[in-house]
């Protein structure tokens, strides 16, 4: 770990503890060069997790896009502190995906785990992410897909 004033490589973990819900590491540390003290959180990298899109392209796990999904569909609702409630529900599906223990993972499935997530927390975020993930376009569409998620599971 590189000090941030100094840029030198001599630090060490002075505090270390779990963050809420633990999905981080939350490190004091202490550069031994310049003295100065900074603090770091060290979140669980998934890029070695490969996601199988519905064309048949293959890209690496990106929590960007996985936030960026539930943030869209949640645009148009009042939800307190949404940032917050977003990233809660990342973290829940990030850890959803860990626990398949498998390298390659369909967007359906990724898809299934925020559905089932946002079902329980916010129906009105739960819909607007239901129509855009699964392109519905129709009415009957939308019966047979909330069929699935509401009554199934």
């Given at each position: 770990m ?36 900074f ?17 048949g ?52 499935e990724?898809?299934d ?27 009957s569409q ?12």
């Amino acid at each position: 770990m590189n000090c941030p004033y100094c840029k030198k490589q001599l630090t060490e973990v002075v505090n270390s503890r779990p963050t809420k819900h633990n999905s981080q590491v939350w490190r004091r540390r202490k550069c031994q060069n310049c003295n100065e003290i900074f603090t770091t959180k060290e979140t669980i990298d998934l890029s070695h997790i490969h996601i199988e899109k519905k064309s048949g392209k293959t890209e690496v796990f990106s929590r960007m896009k996985l936030y960026s999904g539930i943030f869209y569909a949640s645009q148009a609702s009042k939800i307190p502190r949404r940032e917050m409630f977003i990233d809660e529900i990342t973290k829940e599906v990030e850890r959803e995906i860990l626990s398949l223990k498998k390298k390659k993972v369909s967007g359906g499935e990724i898809a299934d785990i925020v559905l089932i997530k946002l079902k329980k927390k916010h129906t009105p975020t739960f819909l607007r992410y239901l129509t855009y993930c699964k392109d519905i376009i129709n009415e009957s569409q939308m019966k047979r897909e909330l069929t699935k998620y509401v009554l199934d599971k």
